[in-house]
């Protein structure tokens, strides 16, 4: 056999040894009568959620878009790789990031698994092409694990960069809405109603921060338990000055005291917080533009200000 043979034998053989080790892992987790009851109870869930939510996706999604979406639903809750607490913990992540529908999770675990395997498969592909390791197959098959791992940690981290962004977005906007606030309430307006304006407003501005509200307004309106529709407000959104809404909101609803007085004192709070945070990252510009400017702006200076000296120095040795 040729070289180029063997070579590709032995990808064929990891990736077949990757396949087989998912599969051995997939067998212990749903051997026996409970893992068949688990897939079954797991496929019903899946296509009531799906029954439930197909007339309203029809209409706004693209047939294609649809059933690539649902089978990477069904991958994902067929996974035997992530159990219930971690699939939680992507659960806050991905309702942090705006994605609350019910299959979120589910095709985020997809996408990470699907991800992992094409960058490992890739890794063996091209791994021999790797200078002096690259022809020792004990390394590719390192190199597969661990690019399989990393491959399945990225969609997590991007959507956990998401996340921070869509928190930064609100952070910006907040006293702006809680100055809406206090112009509602002091107009004599309930708090649900408040919440809705103030969403209704806000969504030319700042499209997250009036998605939460007007979520909030919805569950106000239809539970009537306002302090668990400011406490899930405030684990959606997960920043320090909406818990302090949320917290100075729900003693205002407990003990009767005015809300327009307490909303006031946190505009102002906030609104002063929001003009430190930027007068301290003006205060941080300058050293920031200190690296630039020596290496972009200050060669140009240099050559545009030197330049005619030197070329007629050059032009003068020239004619000695």
Known sequence: MSNESIETLINLTMLLALFAVLAIWWATKHGGKRGRIAERARTAALELRVGHSRGAEEDETPAKRAKALLRLARIGDRLPLFDAKYRMKLKKTMVRSGYRGPRAVSILLAVKFVFGLTCAALTVMLGSDIPVLGAYPAFRGILMLAVFIVGMIVPEYFVAWRSSRRRKAMAGCLPD????????????????????????????????????????????????????????????????????????????????????????????????????????????????????????????????????????????????
């Open 177 to 320: 809405a809680l100055d809406l606030l206090v112009i509602c309430t002091n107009a004599g307006n309930s708090l649900g109603v408040s919440i809705r304006r103030v969403a209704d407003e806000l969504a030319m501005i700042c499209p997250p921060l009036s998605d939460e509200f007007a979520l909030t307004a919805d569950e106000l309106k239809l539970s009537g338990d306002s302090t668990r529709a400011l406490q899930e407000l405030a684990e959606r959104i997960d920043l320090p000055s909406i818990r302090a809404l949320i917290s100075t909101l729900t003693q205002s609803l407990r003990y009767g005291t005015p809300i327009s007085s307490a909303l006031r004192t946190l505009s102002r709070t906030e609104r002063l917080a929001h003009i430190l945070s930027l007068e301290e990252k003006a205060a941080k510009l300058a050293p920031k533009m200190v690296v630039p400017m020596m290496l972009f702006i200050l060669p140009a200076v240099v050559a545009i200000a030197a330049g005619p000296a030197v070329i007629q120095l050059l032009a003068y040795v020239a004619t000695q």
